[in-house]
């Protein structure tokens, strides 16, 4: 009877902790990669992830469903940054050392060209309103525009000293350069590719964010320990906000309208409010805060500690540590897969990628419909209006981004009698060029959206 008991109490506590287990997050496992990895990006079309390996001159790829690498490319000297473009799957990868852009076919994994540069290549930006690449040249001072169709450079945009940091301004169409040793942002028309504009900001400006849902740009000033508020539409300062010691890095989250900022010499991570700018609470991390990533399926925040070899991962409603995991040396950078919901980071001293776990992806979370009929939809690539063949016995449509955001929620209203499966004509209007997943039921389907 005392067993018995005993067994009982376990099992008690075992379904207590049931909810928590399912929702956690866990170390999956962790991948060799190549030299001093430095950046990664995802690739939503074939579901992979790209690694920059810095010394050893080469990018790995990883297979984004059974994390095996499927093939390591070989590109310039010390690339350092990379970036997806989505409407031609292209990788583009920056190459600090020999001054140059590598073009990756996001489907064969084969160089498809070498762009030269004007002289160090340090980040990248894609412009997906306008299919254009981004590149800014820390040593020269200049932003280099690429074509994304033909991989040719469209013009050479002059800009500050030392251009540190790219953002894409969706909703004005415009790109935002911050430049380090001037202490400015210049803006740039993403259409006609020319400067609107040079805004001041704080001492040594080295990051920025954009926030969708206001219309405004965040740029952490590195030594002045503080964050400029631009308008997306006027380009004006709004406001100056005081954070910690160096604010390095930065992540939107859209669901809760926040900016996170991690400042790299206080180990914390500065709370924002996206609508009314003030600070909401400060989260102590590990040491030396190096890259944020937004989770945006469960609302989280994960923050690569460099120096302490952990990952802090926030809670992005309430502002809470859920945890904090254990990786490799030197977490450095971020890349989120949305269909198995794994999170990669980059651990530049230990060569090798970590991938953290979380609840079940898109095209694995669990329903409790039955689909009577196959879904489909029609066109694909669509322009316009996309068509889907709806079963009966799903009630709603959703439509997600790459990076795992719900655009579109529609409700199928369906009378009394009818019982059979329905055509549903969904508008795309406003939504950008790009891949996109739409979900039925328990079945998701990959579409691309054309201009």
């Known amino acids: 009877m005392k067993k018995f008991k005993s067994l009982c109490l376990l099992i008690t506590a075992l379904c207590s902790l049931l909810p928590s287990l399912l929702f956690s997050?866990?170390?999956?496992?962790?991948?060799p990669v190549g030299d001093y990895p430095r950046d990664l990006v995802y690739n939503s079309t074939n579901n992979k992830v790209y690694c920059a390996n810095a010394e050893s001159n080469n990018v790995t790829v990883i297979n984004g469903a059974s994390?095996?690498?499927?093939t390591?490319?070989?590109?310039?000297?010390?690339?350092?940054?990379?970036?997806y473009n989505s409407l031609n799957n292209k990788v583009?990868?920056?190459?600090?050392g020999s001054?140059?852009?590598?073009?990756?076919?996001?489907?064969?994994n084969a160089v498809i060209s070498t762009i030269p540069d004007g002289g160090e290549p340090w980040t990248l930006v894609y412009n997906p309103t306008n299919n254009k690449?981004?590149?800014?040249?820390?040593?020269?001072?200049?932003?280099?525009?690429?074509?994304?169709?033909?991989?040719?450079?469209?013009?050479?945009?002059?800009?500050?000293?030392?251009?540190?940091?790219?953002?894409?301004?969706s909703t004005n169409n415009k790109v935002y350069c911050?430049?380090?040793?001037?202490?400015?942002?210049?803006?740039?028309?993403?259409?006609?590719?020319?400067?609107?504009?040079?805004?001041?900001?704080?001492?040594?400006?080295?990051?920025?964010?954009?926030?969708?849902?206001?219309?405004?740009v965040y740029c952490a000033n590195g030594s002045s320990n503080n964050v400029t508020v631009i308008d997306g539409a006027s380009d004006s300062v709004i406001t100056t906000i005081p954070v910690g010691d160096y604010p390095f890095v930065f992540a939107y989250n859209s669901a809760n309208d926040k900016v996170y900022c991690a400042n790299a010499w206080s180990n914390n991570v500065t709370v924002i409010d996206g609508a009314s700018d003030s600070v909401i609470t400060t989260i102590p991390v590990g040491s030396w805060p190096y890259d944020l990533a937004y989770n945006s399926m469960n609302k989280k925040v994960y923050c690569a500690n460099s120096q302490s070899d952990n990952v802090t991962v926030i809670d992005g409603a309430t502002d809470s540590v859920i945890t904090t995991i254990t990786v490799a040396g030197g977490p450095c950078a971020f890349a989120w897969n949305p269909i198995q919901n794994r999170t990669y980071v980059a651990n530049y001293f230990s060569f090798t990628v970590s991938v953290i776990r979380d609840e079940v992806g898109i095209e694995e979370r669990p329903t409790l419909d039955a689909?009577?009929?196959?879904?489909?939809?029609?066109?694909?690539?669509?322009?316009?209006v996309m068509r889907v063949i709806v079963p009966l016995s799903v009630k709603e449509i959703k439509i997600f981004d790459v990076s795992g955001k719900m655009i579109k929620n529609i409700e199928i209203l369906r009378s009394a009698q009818n019982d059979k499966a329905e055509e549903v004509k969904i508008s795309l209007k406003g939504i950008n060029p790009g891949i996109y997943f739409l979900r039925l039921g328990r079945e998701t389907r990959k579409f691309l959206v054309v201009k």
């Open 25 to 31: 997050q866990w170390l999956e496992t962790t991948i």
């Open 67 to 70: 994390n095996s690498v499927i």
């Open 72 to 83: 390591t490319i070989t590109v310039g000297v010390y690339p350092w940054a990379l970036v």
């Open 92 to 96: 583009y990868c920056a190459n600090d």
């Open 99 to 108: 001054n140059n852009v590598t073009v990756i076919d996001g489907a064969s």
């Open 133 to 169: 690449v981004y590149c800014a040249d820390a040593w020269s001072g200049n932003v280099m525009v690429i074509d994304g169709a033909s991989d040719s450079v469209i013009t050479t945009i002059t800009v500050g000293g030392r251009p540190d940091a790219l953002v894409h301004n």
């Open 178 to 216: 911050a430049n380090r040793n001037s202490d400015n942002v210049t803006v740039i028309n993403g259409v006609s590719d020319s400067v609107i504009t040079t805004i001041t900001v704080g001492d040594v400006p080295c990051a920025l964010a954009y926030n969708t849902l206001n219309n405004k």
């Open 371 to 384: 689909l009577s009929l196959t879904p489909e939809i029609y066109p694909n690539p669509a322009k316009g």
